[in-house]
Structures are given as structure tokens and as C-alpha cells.
């Protein structure tokens, strides 16, 4: 099994700054694609950014480009998103997510494994 343990949520004026992490453990078996999904309560999971094993393909949401960059330490396992110019509908629990081969994607049931997910909220 993987395990997926989020941190660096919380709450942040708009115009401020997080830096979210993952860290995978358990049986990763490189390569694995990582990335993070976001969700409103009532509202669909959607993806926010992605990184490829290689790092060289990424994705973001159109909503989050320029503000959001995603990157991946490999000798550490983990993941990280840095959110810059929070705005209030950034405001959602945030999953970190990890599915196996070197490919990324951005269907949510690509991912076998989510984390417990992390709340930011952003006030106005």
C-alpha cells in the first residue's frame, strides 16, 4: 500500500501565499506521477496540478496558471504545491494524489491513491 500524508493547509489572506506538501511512503515503486486535486463541498473534484515522474511534463488548471507551481522531490518522495496570489475560490480541501508509471493525467480516477486531504481556506 502508499500512504499520503498532506500538510501546509490552512488559512491565508487573498494575496498571500502557501506552500503545500506530500509525501508518499509505503510501496511506491518508481516511476509514479503525482499532483493535486481540489474540491468545494457539493461540487466534483477537480484537478488543480500535476507532474509527470520525469518532471518534464506538468499541468495546471487554467484558474490556477501563473499562480500555482507545482514540483517533486524524488529522493524525497514528496510533492509540492506553491500557491501565490491566493484568491477566495482557491478556497477548497486539497488532495494530494499518486498514480503508478511515469505518466501524469488529470481523470481523478486515474489516481489509485489519495491522500486524507488538506483544508485552504482564503479570506477576502
Known amino acids: 500500500q502508499v500512504q499520503l500524508v498532506e500538510s501546509g493547509g490552512g488559512l491565508v489572506q487573498a494575496g498571500g501565499s502557501l506552500r503545500l506538501s506530500c509525501a508518499a511512503s509505503?510501496?511506491?515503486?518508481?516511476?509514479?506521477?503525482m499532483g493535486w486535486f481540489r474540491q468545494v463541498p457539493g461540487t466534483e473534484r477537480e484537478p488543480v496540478a500535476a507532474?509527470?515522474?520525469?518532471?518534464?511534463?506538468?499541468f495546471y488548471a487554467d484558474s490556477v496558471k501563473d499562480r500555482f507551481t507545482i514540483s517533486r522531490d524524488n529522493a524525497k518522495d514528496t510533492v509540492y504545491l506553491q500557491m501565490n496570489s491566493l484568491k477566495p475560490e482557491d478556497t477548497a480541501v486539497y488532495y494530494c494524489?499518486?498514480?503508478?508509471?511515469?505518466?501524469?493525467?488529470?481523470?481523478?480516477?486515474?489516481?489509485?491513491?489519495w491522500g486524507q486531504g488538506t483544508q485552504v481556506t482564503v479570506s477576502s
Open positions: 507532474v509527470s515522474w520525469s518532471r518534464g511534463s506538468t
Open positions: 494524489v499518486l498514480r503508478r508509471g511515469a505518466t501524469m493525467s488529470v481523470s481523478p480516477d486515474r489516481y489509485a491513491y
Open positions: 509505503g510501496r511506491t515503486f518508481s516511476p509514479f506521477a
